[in-house]
């Protein structure tokens, strides 16, 4: 199947060989086909052993041959043939039973198929035993298909869950699912777990699990008829309702103000019965404003989709949350996903952008071209790891995009015999240089435990010192990075100094990290905490001391982030809420620029994980680093990303600003279009979700809520008597103030902002009192 990549058909077909090679044909009794069959479906037990599945207009979709299992002992083997018979299930309906010939290679185990049908759906059943090593886990099925129309696609399944105590609804994994598709109809093979990289042309990759010592299950459903991977899921779970939105936009992103946003919906009655359902949508923006909201109601019959969509108008710049909710009597399913409108932005720093991507963009959806363009659309320049047979996107493809490249590559045999450590340095330096990446991290976070100081010696000789000899040696120019610290080490950075890695180095990187944090806390080193809730994980304390680090050390070394990050785990205190994560995403940003640090890769594109894509976690910290959902819908973050990048695109820091309140903070930048302030204040503290408990869990507000109770009126001096200052939002949206003589009068609390057409001395009075929610006069908002 032309879909799937060459190394998954390899692999497929490398263990069909070796089951061919090792198995002995044992033929299978002949015996007459059994059909059953229900609406829409029938299924046809072969005499050979193999079970057809056939539509409700009687055509042949998909033959499903063989079963293949897996054993610790025997390896993977698969069936040959088998003898199929009716029988009566429980409930009195007929069902498919196919017992299967195994080969002499697997002697013993026995595989038994159960196979029966409702409404336009097959219940999928294989028992295995016979074999106290059996490993469910690597369970497969093959399947042949009839007349497709289009390559089979992969979607992992989720749902939409509210926890009862609160906070914003979550994602949760739902399931797998391979769709087939033919010009009239669709299919769906849904398994609660599949990886898809396991599947091939020909196997299913089909966990089961172990019902007892030798003994195992795995079952799949199919379903077809028209409806999307989401909706089949529903029906195959039998959830009694079911929900999904989507845009056929990538990343739900538009470009130009106005442009319709149409948001498509399919609802499923995953039930036995005919029911009423309603639809209910609502979109609000960023201030939590409903920018639409509509409802409707459909009969639907039992195992049947409805399609609808909406339609509303894209804003300049700025983030629009969408829900649907379907709910029929005591059955409610919800949904959610964001829209967004950036205009394109001609960015001039090129290779001197402070702005890049970690890892890779491993996940090409909806294509690699959309994520091109999504990566020239914020502005990404650098992006942190990209080699031949890298996910992602080829080297000579960012190349021709001028996008810079490096390479990060672990796996240094730290200990082990000289010819092991040559022979990972050389394979490492090769591919560095095949790559013609501009710098070489050589490792990622050697320095665990965090603080120990342990290993930087050894980091040195075994790794490090490897690789800068053979680039020396070869004549490249490439410059190398140590391995990322997680955190700001210190104590790490002094031993590895002493062991001579310093002048082994061209960049100094490190992760500074950062829980429940203001982006500006600095906390003393000295009295940094440790532990998974530490203040050792904040950002503008360990950059200063990062600084430090560099001036101190000498030597006119780069500073680079090889990872940042601003996490959004839901209904934890110690991530950020989506709202304040697009505010410390802009701050990050401009304080690394304010400390002159070269590179700041970004951790990541998208939320989920390589392994695991698109499937959704919502426990798993790791997973939540995105700027984009796990659907690839933007988060506020990307916007905040994208401001950032335009605003300080050719910026120069200047100084921090001084007020006489030193709870009122600022930066100051100079650009090409003049200077620029950022602003923000600290009134209401440094620690995030400050009013959390003892339990990790924590109600996290929705992403409209404004979380900074305290608002400060400041007057600023203004480069012309009553010009108009610009003022951006953490997500670029823009509003205008008109200067009364040469001031404007400003209202600030924790979320900073950008200011143009101040002077570079803007320092006012701060007003003495605490300023109402009232907009200020004068302020016009640009749409």
């Known amino acids: 199947m032309s879909g799937f990549p060459r190394r998954r058909f390899v692999q497929g077909a490398a263990a069909a060989s070796l089951v061919t090679a090792v198995g002995t044909t044992t033929a299978a009794h002949a015996a007459e086909p059994v059909t059953v069959s229900a609406e829409g479906i029938t299924l046809v037990g072969n005499a050979d052993g193999s079970l057809l599945i056939r539509d409700g207009s009687g055509a042949d979709r998909v033959l499903l041959p063989h079963f293949m299992i897996k054993d610790s002992q025997y390896g993977q083997q698969r069936t040959f043939g088998g003898t199929p018979a009716l029988i009566t299930l429980p409930d009195g309906r007929q069902a498919v039973r196919i017992t299967y010939a195994m080969g002499s290679a697997a002697p013993g185990v026995t595989v038994r198929g159960t196979f029966n049908v409702t ?36 979607e992992a399944l989720t749902v939409w869950e509210r926890d009862s105590r609160g906070g914003i609804p979550y994602e949760v994994d739902a399931g797998r699912a391979y769709t087939e598709t033919w010009p009239q109809t669709k299919g769906s093979f849904c398994l609660a777990t599949s990886n898809a990289s396991y599947t091939n042309a020909t196997w299913v990759h089909a966990p089961g699990t172990a019902t007892g010592t030798g003994t195992a299950v795995c079952e799949a459903d199919f379903v077809l008829g028209g409806l999307r ?52 949508w609502s979109a609000r923006d960023f201030a939590g404003r409903v920018v639409g909201s509509g409802s409707t109601t459909q009969e639907l019959a039992a195992g049947s989709g409805w399609d609808t969509s909406f339609t509303l108008p894209a804003p300049k710049q700025g983030i629009v949350f969408t829900e649907v909710e379907a709910v029929s009597g005591d059955d409610r399913a919800l949904a959610r996903t964001n829209l967004g409108g950036l205009p394109d932005f001609d960015y001039r720093a090129g290779a001197d952008s402070m702005f890049g991507l970690a890892n890779y963009p491993w996940l090409l959806q909806p294509s690699r071209d959309a994520v091109l363009g999504l990566l020239r659309t914020l502005g990404i320049k650098w992006i942190r790891i990209a ?55 050589v490792s990622n976070e050697v320095n665990q435990p965090w603080m120990s100081g342990r290993g930087a010696d050894a980091y040195v000789s075994d790794g490090l010192k490897q690789v800068t000899d053979r680039l020396a040696a070869a004549g490249s120019s490439m410059k190398v990075m140590n391995a990322g610290l997680g955190g700001m080490d210190y104590v790490w950075a002094e031993n590895f100094r002493n062991a001579g890695g310093w002048d082994l180095i061209d960049v100094f ?106 499937e959704a976690d919502p426990s798993n910290a790791e997973f939540h680093h995105g700027l984009t959902n796990r659907d690839t819908s933007l988060k506020p973050s990307l916007l905040a990303y994208a401001t950032a990048a335009r605003v300080l695109d050719q910026a120069t820091f200047v100084r921090w600003l001084s007020f006489t309140d030193d709870e009122v903070r600022g ?117």
């Open 229 to 280: 991977p989401r909706a089949a899921g529903t029906i195959a779970a039998g959830r009694p309702l079911g929900v999904e939105v989507w845009t056929d936009q990538p990343f739900n992103l538009y470009q130009a103000a106005g442009q319709p946003m149409t948001v498509n919906t399919q609802v499923v009655n995953g039930g036995p019965a005919a029911k009423s359902v309603t639809l209910t």
């Open 119 to 154: 409404s336009y759906k097959a219940h999928l059943k294989w028992e295995v035993g016979g074999s106290a090593t059996l490993l469910p886990t690597g369970f497969m099925f093959a399947r042949t298909l009839y007349g497709t129309s289009a390559a089979e696609s992969y």
């Open 509 to 614: 990187a490190f992760h500074p990290g950062r829980g429940n944090f203001a982006p500006d806390y600095a906390p003393p080193p000295e009295e940094w905490t440790q532990g998974s809730s530490g203040s050792y994980w904040n950002f503008l304390g360990a950059l200063r001391k990062a600084r430090q680090i560099v001036d101190e050390y000498g030597g006119g070394k780069e500073l680079w982030l090889t990872e940042a990050y601003a996490p959004t785990k839901p209904n934890v205190w110690w991530s950020d809420t989506y709202r304040t994560a697009a505010e410390n995403v802009l701050l990050q940003l401009a304080l690394a620029k304010s400390e002159g640090v070269r590179g700041v890769n970004w951790y990541q594109l998208h939320d989920s994980t390589i392994n695991h894509p698109q």
């Open 387 to 441: 080699y031949a047979g890298a996910p992602g996107i080829d080297t000579a493809t960012l190349d021709a995009h001028g996008i810079g490249h490096n390479v990060e590559l672990s796996g240094i045999p730290v200990g082990s015999s000289a010819d092991q450590i040559a022979a990972w340095a050389d394979t490492a330096v090769a591919k560095a240089l095949d790559a013609r990446a501009a710098y070489f991290e």
């Open 667 to 783: 930066l100051l930048f100079s650009t090409p279009d003049g200077p620029v302030s950022i602003l923000w204040t600290r009134k209401d503290g440094y620690i995030l979700n400050a009013d959390h408990g003892t339990d990790p869990w924590y109600a996290t507000p929705e992403p409209w809520v404004d979380p900074w109770p305290t608002k400060t009126d400041v007057l600023l001096t203004t480069a012309k008597s009553g010009g108009a200052v610009r003022v951006l939002d953490c997500i670029g949206q823009e509003s205008v103030l008109t200067a009364q003589g040469n001031h404007v009068r400003v209202r600030l609390d924790g979320a900073p902002r950008v200011y143009y057409g101040l002077t570079d001395a803007p320092e006012g009075v701060v007003l003495p009192h605490a300023a109402t929610a009232a907009p200020i006069k004068g302020e016009q908002t640009a749409r």
